[in-house]
């Protein structure tokens, strides 16, 4: 496929640079006073392509990866089928059963024992962002991929979660229109559904429709933080929601807005990375953050030795791996690294 010249980053800034510039300036606020939380990075095992735009998790003892952008000398040229795990013990990532069509984008959940990828984007030379509400589940043994039930609509750049019995699915962008192939074509929404295996059901709107946002779920409360929407660029809202009263409720907002960011929790807190602005020529926050529940506050933690955005972040033991991603702003350095921070 030839390289994907049109990122939806240009034609972000084209409609919107201005809302960009007042929105990426945010504040820092909510600190806790101590200011910083220590922590250490180490260097993991390279994947064996550059990659940006996943969703990895952890299944089955073995972090997956599959799909996203995958780049040529630092430059994306496409979406990808591709799908490779990694068992940590071993710091040897090795090639699983291909998704059964390429996407960028795709949620990764492991759930009721199973390996599921949910929505994400599709693309062809002149449609680069076809959203899509399809999934498929893995097959281990087989190594293969079979259809799902999808979507109750396509939706792309969410969050998700696995609360209690529940698969959660929350926010994104998804068609404003019958058109469905380019960023213009889309909006943010609010909608969040709950799958129990068998259906699909509302369950309560996440309170500020936003795309590109992460997530981690502390005592099966499910934080929502950071993110962008499309009119108004990044944001540092954080919505808690409890599944067992279906309710969102707002928390301590992130020190500063940061959209494309990753997100896992640790030891009851949770940790924030990453992400990318576009005024002032844009660039990747090397900023990282833990927030504390039991005190509703943010603090600092070490800089990402290499700020990225478009990243993945997968907890595993007391570690996070900070996976894939691109180092610049867009579709630029799209990277293999992989690095480890242990608070």
């Known amino acids: 496929m030839t390289a994907l010249n049109l990122t939806r980053r240009m034609a972000f800034l084209s409609a919107g640079a201005a809302a960009l510039t007042a929105s990426t300036n945010a504040q820092k606020i909510n600190l ?33 990866l599959a799909g996203g952008f995958v780049a040529e000398n630092g430059t994306i ?15 040897e990532w090795v090639k699983r059963g291909a998704l059964p069509k390429a996407r960028h984008h795709p949620h990764l959940v492991s759930f009721k024992g199973g390996l599921f990828a949910l929505g994400g984007f599709e693309s062809t030379p002149d ?20 259809d799902m039930p999808s979507l109750p609509e396509p939706c792309g750049e969410a969050v998700t979660a696995v609360i209690g019995d529940g698969l959660h699915f929350a926010g994104g962008r998804r068609p404003k229109g019958l058109s469905n192939a380019a960023w213009a074509d889309h909006i943010d929404t609010d909608t969040h559904w709950r799958w129990d295996g068998e259906d699909w059901q509302d369950a309560a709107p996440l309170p500020t429709a936003r795309n590109s946002a ?8 499910w934080h929502v933080v950071g993110g962008r929407t499309v009119a108004d660029g990044n ?28 997100a896992a929790s640790v030891g009851g807190k949770l940790y924030a990375f990453g ?29 990402m030795p290499n700020p990225r955005h478009g990243l993945g972040a997968v907890t595993v033991g007391d570690s996070i791996y900070l996976i894939g991603g691109a180092l610049k702003v867009g579709g630029s350095e799209t990277s293999n690294l992989v690095e480890i921070f242990t608070p």
């Open 32 to 64: 806790d006073p101590a200011s910083s939380a220590p922590g250490e990075w180490r260097t993991g095992p390279s994947l064996p392509l550059a990659v940006q735009e996943i969703y990895p998790v952890l299944h089955g003892n073995r972090i997956h």
């Open 77 to 91: 040229t496409g979406p990808t089928d591709i799908h490779y795990s990694l068992d940590p013990t071993m710091g």
């Open 127 to 146: 449609a680069i962002w076809q959203m899509q509400s399809g999934m498929w589940l893995y097959d281990d043994f087989e190594d293969i991929w079979y």
């Open 214 to 221: 992460a997530a981690a779920t502390i005592a099966e409360n």
């Open 235 to 262: 944001t540092p809202v954080h919505e808690v929601y409890d599944a067992k009263e279906d309710r969102w409720r707002t928390a301590a907002p992130m020190p500063q807005g940061q959209g494309g960011l990753a």
């Open 275 to 303: 992400g990318e602005f576009f005024d002032n020529g844009g660039g990747v926050y090397p900023e990282s953050w833990v927030y504390d529940p039991a005190k509703d506050a943010w603090a600092a933690i070490p800089d």
